[in-house]
Antibody
């Protein structure tokens, strides 16, 4: 079955960076892109960016441009999301999702807490 | 950026009744609209795409309608497991999605 498994929770200090992984299984990895969405505590869903697992093309939310980087390792069927210059308002659950216009399979989410 | 607006913010409905949730886009998105259900502590689950097509294994009591700027999610004969938060999402600007702010469906 299709599965996306994300890395575990992280606690970071303001100004640091975090890198979250998303390992896919149960389907042909390069046929679907991966989208990242985050959700601050008690808030809604915010699209962060997308990566083509076929050629590595990316698109990022304007709000996060320059701070977010998505990369893909096809040998490991894994996508990575790195967010730099962390602030307290980056505290959120970060989700990866398989993408073909809509997201039909999601990772379990990774809680990233930014606190001094 | 296309802004998605959902109403109401909270909807109180009794089990067995029908729930009607609305979503409005700030510009036409044709039928490039999806609905997701999210329960506490879980990832969102895709319910509907192309405004009215049910995703795999989604019960027939869930239905979607609309095109252009106005969309509706209808849930008939509400079951206890249906009480959750529902989000609409436009993908007319794929891959640059935008989500509505969510409607919380609660037990009356």
């Amino acid at each position: 079955q299709v599965q996306l498994v994300q890395s575990g929770a992280e606690v970071k200090k303001p100004g640091a960076s975090v890198k979250v992984s998303c390992k896919a299984s149960g389907y042909t990895f390069t046929l679907y892109g991966i989208t990242w969405v985050r959700q601050a505590p008690g808030q809604g869903l915010e699209w962060m960016g997308w990566i083509s697992t076929y050629n590595g093309n990316t698109d990022y939310a304007q709000k996060l441009q320059g701070r977010v980087t998505l990369t893909t390792d096809t040998s490991r069927s894994t996508v990575y999301m790195e967010l730099s210059s962390l602030r307290s308002d980056d505290t959120a659950v970060y989700f990866c999702a398989r993408d073909m216009e809509v997201s039909d399979a999601w990772g379990q989410g990774t809680l990233v807490t930014v606190s001094s | 950026e296309i802004v998605m607006t959902q109403s109401p913010a909270t909807l109180s409905v009794s089990p067995g009744d029908r729930a009607t949730l609305s979503c409005t886009a700030s510009e036409s998105i044709n039928i490039n609209l999806a609905w997701y259900q999210q329960k506490p502590g879980q990832a969102p689950r895709l319910l509907i795409y192309r405004a009215s097509t049910r995703a795999t294994d989604i019960p027939v009591r869930f239905s979607g309608s609309g095109s252009g700027t106005d969309f509706t999610l209808t849930i008939n004969s509400l079951q206890s497991e249906d009480f959750a938060v529902y989000y609409c999402q436009q993908y007319n600007n794929w891959p640059r999605y935008t989500f509505g702010q969510g409607t919380k469906l609660e037990i009356k």
